[in-house]
């Protein structure tokens, strides 16, 4: 099959770009089936955004002081009162990897 460069706008800014010949092969070989929807620039930055955690809020952290040995740490639940918490090296510790 013969592929030509294709000209898409993309969806997210809505320039128009290149879908060279060469990656219309590459996308075949790889299976895919659609044309890709967003320009390089704005898949970069797509990419980008999911791999530090665009798509989910941000954890919400806790200030805590460690039962163990004092020091000052964050957890990432709300500590009840009821059970000790731990910093991260006390917590190794109290329970190892099994």
């Known amino acids: 099959m ?3 460069d294709k000209s898409i706008q993309c969806a997210d800014c809505g320039e128009s770009f290149i879908h060279s010949a060469e990656e219309q092969e590459l996308f075949q070989s790889r299976g895919y089936t659609n044309e890709p929807k967003r320009c390089p620039a704005c898949r970069q930055a ?3 955004d999911r791999f530090s ?4 809020a941000p954890r ?18 709300e500590p009840r009162g009821d059970r000790p918490v731990y910093c991260s ?7 190892p990897v099994r």
């Open 46 to 48: 797509r990419k980008a």
């Open 60 to 77: 919400q952290m806790f200030r805590v002081v460690c039962a163990e040995c004092g020091k000052d740490t964050e957890v990432p639940f």
């Open 89 to 95: 090296d006390c917590y190794r510790k109290v329970r």
């Open 53 to 56: 955690g665009g798509y989910r």
């Open 2 to 4: 013969s592929f030509e």
